[in-house]
């Protein structure tokens, strides 16, 4: 993975291939991943409404099975009491039947790995051949034995591709069961049929008028229809004896006999020709396929090459849903159970940390604090955030850096006339200029740093800085909240906010491998910044980069949640997307950067085997494989248990919710944004996962981000106790 050097420069839209200070930012904007995703969801979707289609459409009753009775007004007599072979392919049917002192050996269903070998080994004992009328699922499934069917001189007929009704199918379902079962027996074996046996078919007599049309649609076709004369009924499994009689003549004429090498145990029906073949030899009757005991000719031909082809794509197709499938369960199945797992772990350190922080950090802290805002084009919401930190319970100096602001921030602040209050300025250069200018003129060794747009409680600097009591804490987390919180977009993000990264803070923290301290509300010690060399400009996500480099110089980074900062959130899908997205392609370039954490000890091993991995399995991993997940949801939806996919959907939204409410509990919120959670899931978790694409393929891509700044409502107020 290879990540461009990017200037976070906070400027506005820039003309392609503008210099920055450090060479040409190229803004890229990649859209051939969005086609790729697109494909492959789409080839997916494909893949699995096939093998949808192929597995669980399957007919499961046995040919025999009762069917319901219906009209026979149509069907013609020549059809009705003519021989089982038709062929109906002009205005008036054909038939034809066995010669007399012939059979005609028949097996359906098959082939099936277990039974079809058995029954060929009899066959080739007896020096007897016989048609096979297959189904294209199976022949599929091994084609190897479709194979050996033909060279042992047995003949092949289609029994649809999927085993279906062709009487209670539509015409256009007909036509593609045909089609493809074809195509799979051109693929496995480089040859056609003419022959078709359809299932739940049994003698001519018991043709009804639905049946008849499937026969006159498939004779148009080109297929000869192949019925019945004698059913052994081994699909019953009604014993050995039972089966060799069903099967055994009656007399001189020529006779078709139903038996099956699939669709369950055929032990019975191995066992029965063991004994019916010398019988039938023994009376002085011919066994042989269909075409040599009616005197078809011309039944096989060679598949054309386009044939051939099309149905090795079609057998490589259906291996590779299957393939999708077998995949997508078991990984569905991990992704569950991981995460089952971590909202267990965070409900488990949540209550922990809690337990924990009751006992204070030591002796209070109580000496002044610099408090550094990096502001561009901040007017908005400056004042509110500056006020809010003169109120503040402690002592507090702070320093407004303003970034080559073009819409009078500076001059704002400046003009409010407020005591502890420093504006520098400086030409735009980005957030990690901005700060690192800020601590070269702070007065303090304990340094706050909080976004323009961003209002503290007054306790808040107070709260953020008594872990410092402890020597060995470099950074603290401070708990950052929605202030904007009107309509779904809001709420959806409110609840992000409290139950998403403040349940990961507290897991962080008692993992010591805290990745984050976010640049709305965090603490430092200007000390420990200074000998990392300040803030690094080689990332988007320059708080992850920073907090990431203390933890790698063994300092602890510690989460108090007590610390409250109110914050203004997107109010737009696109300036959340913007927003998410540099996020997310920051952190990516963060954990890079810091991929050697991985093999350190100490503190920056706990980072790198327990923060980066948890970053890497839940913030990449999972989503992406997030649109593959809820595709194969849909299919399981329409093919598979629906009450049984609903029930783990609706028992993991159960688990969200609980993990919500504690959170909740936890911050002291309000469960009624909760509502909204249902459709967090369907709508926000969606976007969020395509941020994760985006950012990903950028960074594969190497592809440059350019500073993206929110737009800012005003919607952030100094509380009204505040001067």
Known sequence: MTFPRTSPRRSGPAPRGRRGRRGVVRQSAPRTHWLLLTALVVTLAAALLLQGYTRHLYGSAPDGAARPAGPAYAVPPEAAHGGPVIDASAATPRTARPAPGTVALTFD????????????????QQGVHATFFVVGTQVADHPELARRILAEGHQLGIHTFTHADLGQAAPWRRSLELREAQL??????????????????????????????AVRQAGRSGYLTVLTTLDSEDWRRPGVDRIVANA???????????????????????????????????????????????????????????????????????????????????????????SVLRAVVLLFAAARH???????????????????????????????????????????????VDDG?????????????????????????????????????????????????????PDAVRLLVQPFADRRVGAVSGNAKVINRGGLLGRWQHIEYVVGFNLDRRFFDLAQCMPTVPGAVGAFRRSALLRLGGVAEETLAEDTDLTMA????????????RAIAWTEAPASLSALWRQRYRWCYGTLQAMWK?????????????????????????????PLLAPAVDVFAVYGLLFLDPARIAAVW?????????????AFRLDGERLGPLWTLPLQQVVYRQLMYLVVVQSVWTALAGSRLRWQRMQRYGSLQAPANRS
Not at 109 to 124: A, C, E, R, S, Y
Not at 326 to 337: I, K, M, N, P, R
Not at 433 to 455: F, I, P, Q
Not at 653 to 661: D, G, I, K, N
């Open 109 to 124: 269903d098959g082939p099936d790995p277990v039974w079809t070998p058995k029954i060929l080994d009899v066959l080739k």
């Open 184 to 213: 799979a027996v051109a693929g496995a074996t480089g040859t056609t049929t003419a022959l078709l046996r359809p299932p739940y078919s049994s003698t001519n007599d018991a043709l009804t008028d639905a049946d008849w049309q």
């Open 248 to 338: 055994t003549p009656q007399g001189p004429a020529g006779q078709v006999v139903l038996m099956h090498d699939a669709g369950g145990d055929r032990s019975q029906t191995v066992a029965a020709l063991a004994e019916l073949l010398p019988k039938l030899r023994q009376a002085g009757l011919r066994v042989g396929t269909v075409s040599e005991t009616a005197s078809i000719a011309d039944a096989a031909h060679p598949a054309s090459g386009a044939e051939h082809w099309q149905g090795r794509a079609l057998l490589l197709a259906l291996s590779g849903g299957d393939l999708a499938v077998a995949v997508l369960g078991w990984l569905l199945w991990a992704a569950g159970a991981v």
């Open 354 to 400: 809690r337990r924990l922080r009751r006992r204070g950090w030591g002796p209070p802290v109580t000496e002044p604090v610099t408090v550094i805002v990096p502001a561009y084009n901040e007017r908005a919401g400056i004042e509110a955030a500056v006020r809010s930190l003169l109120a503040s319970d402690h002592p507090v100096e702070v320093i407004v």
């Open 405 to 457: 602001s073009t819409d009078g921030t500076a001059d704002l602040v400046e003009s409010l006339g407020l005591p502890g209050v420093r504006v520098l300025r400086q030409a735009n250069a980005g957030k990690p200029a901005a700060l690192n200018n800020g601590l070269r003129h702070a007065s303090c060794e304990l340094v706050v740093m909080v976004d323009g747009d961003t209002a503290f409680e």
């Open 550 to 561: 203390l933890c790698r110089a063994g300092w602890r980074v510690v989460y108090e949640e």
């Open 594 to 622: 810091h991929r050697r954490a991985l093999a350190q000890r100490g503190q920056a091993g706990k980072l790198g085997r327990r923060g980066l991995v948890y970053l890497l399995v839940f913030q990449v991993l999972l």
């Open 650 to 662: 609706l028992g993991f939204l159960v688990l969200q919710a609980l993990s919500a409410c504690y």
